[in-house]
């Protein structure tokens, strides 16, 4: 983790009385300690990305010149399924009785794999992938052919709602449960068991908001249904079961399955956004510049770095990590970390800080 620096614009924030976070939007609430804290964190004002990207294009308004998307995502795509089914054929059919190189395989390759369909399911979400969003949708489902659970058009709704509400208490869907806080805190052995059971806990998480499927999700459960039964057909148990090890894996405890705690779980105080600038970006189309992606929706995987490049003055000055394995490990071990260690905050204070927008707005034209 490195440590964020002094903020680079005082001159402006000391004037500027609409949101005392402007420019970096950094809060002035303090982390959860997992065995101290039995909640989240508390903001009282809405997610930092809107007004965060606002003020950026203020000053940088080239970078919309990045929005778009990126057609090499469908050739990527392609290559990564037929990987994964080639393999699920060779495990199903031909090599019967290596069944520990089979679960190697399938945590190395296989799990790397899975976590690039998320990569490309994620991107189509935004639709980033193609021109319409009828042709995003089908991305999506194209990815989540060696994925044997229909997960790109549910995916697609709930982060989609993650976005708008991020951090709001009761609708967004990436924050932990209550239970999941109170029976792990910040023990060691809990939270490598959480880890390896979040492939389970994520999709129940999603079950428990209750809400009646829409007929795209339904086109993705007939849809993986059949793929399912052709797998099956020309791989064998063995094959599906390959597939279904290789979705675990990736989802659980695989080195780039810790971008799912890199996102959003606070290992600073007032930031609840955190990017990787690490290497495995350029494996994993470049999952890890998370706070770039939340700032600027519209801007594809392959340009986001340079939205770094061009406002290196707002991102530079967060913290952020380098190492995907340093963030499972200091996760794990280290007893302040837990599945509170978020930020939450009410729909009423969401509401309170999307009002200060239009100041914002007019501050900014003003300068």
Known sequence: ????????????EDEIQYDYRHPLYIGDWRKSIAYIDEDFAIDDLDE???????????????????YGYDIKTIPIAIIVVLM?????????????????????????????????????IHEAAHCLTAPT????????????????????????????EHHVFQGVSGIDPDLPLKWEMNLIRGNTMLKLLWLNLYPAIYLYRNI?????????????????????????????????????????????????????????YTFDDGQETYSYYGLLNKIFMNVGYHNEHHDFTRIPWSKLPEV?????????????????????????????????????????????????????KKSLNEE
């Open 1 to 12: 983790m490195i440590p964020p620096s002094a903020r680079p614009f005082p001159e402006v």
């Open 48 to 66: 930092p990305h809107m007004k965060r990207r606002i003020t950026i294009l203020n000053h940088h308004p080239e970078i919309e010149q990045l």
């Open 84 to 120: 994964q089914i080639i393999a699920a054929y060779i495990f199903g059919r031909i090599l019967l009785d290596w069944d520990w190189v089979m679960i190697i395989y399938s945590y190395v390759i296989g799990g790397a794999m899975t976590q690039i369909y998320f990569a490309i």
């Open 133 to 160: 969003r009828c042709q995003n949708r089908m991305v999506g489902l194209l990815a989540n052919i060696a994925i044997p659970l229909p997960l790109a058009m549910s995916f697609r709704r709930y982060h989609l």
């Open 208 to 264: 428990m908001k209750l809400k009646s499927p829409q007929y795209w999700e339904y086109v993705n459960w007939i849809y993986t249904a059949i793929i399912n039964v052709l797998i099956y057909y020309f791989c064998g148990g063995r094959g599906i079961l390959y597939l279904f090890l290789s979705l675990w894996f990736g989802y659980s405890i695989h080195p780039a399955a810790a971008h799912f705690i890199q996102e959003h």
């Open 308 to 360: 770094r490049q061009i406002a290196s003055e707002y991102y530079d000055h967060l913290a952020y990590h380098t190492s995907w394995m340093m963030v499972h490990w200091n996760f794990v071990t280290q007893k302040q970390f837990g599945p509170q260690s978020r930020v939450k905050r009410s729909i009423q204070d969401h509401r309170k800080g999307r009002k200060m927008l239009g100041i914002l």
